[in-house]
């Protein structure tokens, strides 16, 4: 009861910040449920005169609600099946920038996390360079003969306390949602905010990101084009996360690109073609590569930094992601429906027929226009109505997926307007399908399931022996309880042996 009441209370004030930031204004009349819409009409009255525009206002709401929200927008950038394409694409281009906070109070956090005085770590401290809602970064100078410039990491003080306080009020709304909105019940807005939650918090570990960082960095090695920072373990912690500075150019400060020689047309290929060589080719991708995240080094290498928020896809997401692109690239309709149903994503109730009719309609949208007018974007959205109107199950791995192509999109075209981003993508997804797909694949492919097969073989035995002792000790006290009963039990525990060889065996 009583933590209803906080909820509510905390949330009213939510409510009222949206209002007078005119974020309410920004939901269609229509979309608003018959008995709510005088409330929402009440709200468009006492929202600011100056409150901007749309992206403006959401950007000025979260602002005024603190980091956790701010969190929570981004979030809901990924997730356009709630709250729409439109107000999704606004979500994803908030900014996280947060007022930081004091040098001194940075100081005492990174000296605590590291367990030492901090003039005996670091020869200089300098004041913040980048403030965010969960962290905050500072340029510093490794104490010692090293003397090795570094960028530290440090997170917000009680972060965690006030995030956990704001997520409990949104859950708290999503078991409302839930319970009173039926039709809400498939978006599964409960599951949401848990997702939201478990992202933050493994975020507020840095020690999480710093092994994102060591994965990606051994992923890439061997990529010419594009790396991540080197992490300097022994300086960090849980809540201080110590890394090589990075001397580069931002990727949107287009000048300093150009000065610095940078062909821009180029760096927009690697944006996009290194994002989905990770995507396929690693299944582990940087799910935040706003143009923040991005710089660009004198030999025109891109960085990628805050490596907070990450994406992984499994062989089935991968090889589904491969497909629908290269069918969308080759016209190819059918087959892209063909693998929405063999993925499980579209429900059998639905023809294949149908539902490639309904892709055809999408994808003929980018066929014979100019690449400055083809948007990956319009496409996702487009696909993402589309595959609403045919039950496809919500996939929160796919939408992140979809959140940061749109994105790294968005880089790309602010570096070559003309970016054509089908024929960007078509060399990177070709090679994967050939690879994985092709001759070359099936026989590896094969290997695979028959070494799975070999090793099941390989615990029969095993089964088949732990089968006989527990046969062996359920007889014995079968026959000391009732004995007229022994053949029936006997009976059903070899059924329950033989069940689980046919598991064993449905595995392989």
């Not at 920038?97 to 590291?114: D, G, H, I, T």
């Not at 092709?438 to 090793?455: C, D, F, K, T, Y």
Request: net charge neutral.
């Amino acid at each position: 009861m009583l933590a209803g009441l906080r909820h509510s209370l905390h949330l009213a004030r939510v409510g009222y910040v949206l209002m007078r930031e005119g974020v309410f204004a920004l939901v269609p009349p229509e979309r608003v449920p018959g008995p709510l819409r005088p409330a929402f009409w009440l709200a468009r009255l006492f929202a600011r005169r100056d409150a901007g525009n749309r992206g403006a206002r959401i950007a000025a709401a979260t602002t005024r609600l603190g980091p956790s929200y701010v969190k929570t927008g981004q979030f809901f950038a990924t997730r356009p099946d709630i709250v729409g394409f439109e107000i999704a694409r606004d979500l994803s281009q908030l900014q996280d920038r947060m007022p930081p906070f004091a040098q001194e109070v940075a100081e005492k956090a990174v000296s605590a996390a590291l367990g030492a005085p901090l003039a005996s770590v670091f020869a200089e401290f300098g004041p913040p360079v980048a403030a965010a809602s969960i962290a905050q970064v500072h340029q510093a100078v490794l104490a010692g003969d090293e003397a090795k410039k570094v960028a530290v990491k440090v997170l917000r003080p009680g972060i965690e306390r006030i995030f956990r306080r704001d997520i409990a009020a949104q859950k708290y709304v999503a078991q409302l949602v839930e319970r009173f909105v039926p039709a809400s019940r498939r978006l599964k807005p409960v599951e949401v905010i848990e997702t939201l939650e478990r992202t933050v918090l493994l975020e507020m570990d840095l020690r999480f990101e710093a092994a994102a960082l060591s994965e990606m960095a051994d992923n890439v090695r061997d990529d010419p084009e594009f790396r991540v920072p080197t992490v300097d373990w022994s300086h960090t912690t849980r809540t201080c996360l110590t890394l090589e500075w990075i001397d580069g150019i931002k990727v949107n400060d287009h000048a300093a690109l150009d000065a610095a020689g940078i062909d821009r047309i180029a760096l927009a290929r690697v944006a996009m073609q290194s994002f989905l060589r990770h995507a396929l080719r690693d299944g582990f991708f940087h799910a935040d590569m706003h143009p923040g995240n991005l710089f660009v080094l004198t030999d025109g290498t891109l960085v990628a930094v805050d490596l907070g928020i990450m994406g992984r896809l499994g062989p089935k997401e991968r090889r589904f992601l491969a497909e629908i692109l290269y069918g969308f690239i080759t016209r190819d309709y059918r087959r892209i429906a063909e693998v929405h149903f063999e993925a499980g994503y579209v429900p059998p109730k639905h023809a294949v027929e149908d539902f490639a009719q309904a892709l055809r309609a999408v994808g003929e949208r980018i066929h014979g226009k100019s690449a400055a007018d083809i948007s990956m974007a319009e496409l996702l959205g487009l696909l993402f109505e589309i595959t609403g109107l045919f039950d496809m199950a919500t996939r929160t791995e796919l939408v992140l997926l979809q959140k940061t192509m749109v994105v790294v999109e968005g880089v790309s075209r602010s570096l070559d307007p003309n970016f054509d981003m089908w024929k960007v993508a078509e060399p990177v997804i070709r090679e994967w399908i050939e690879r994985h797909l092709g001759p070359v694949g099936r026989i590896e492919g094969a290997g695979r399931e028959v070494a799975s097969l070999l090793h099941a073989i390989g615990q029969v035995p095993d089964l088949v022996e732990r089968a006989k002792t527990t046969l062996a000790r359920m007889e014995t006290e079968a026959e000391a309880a009732k004995p007229r009963s022994n053949r029936a039990l006997v009976i059903g525990i070899w059924i329950i042996a033989l069940v689980h060889v046919i598991l064993l065996y449905r595995t392989w």
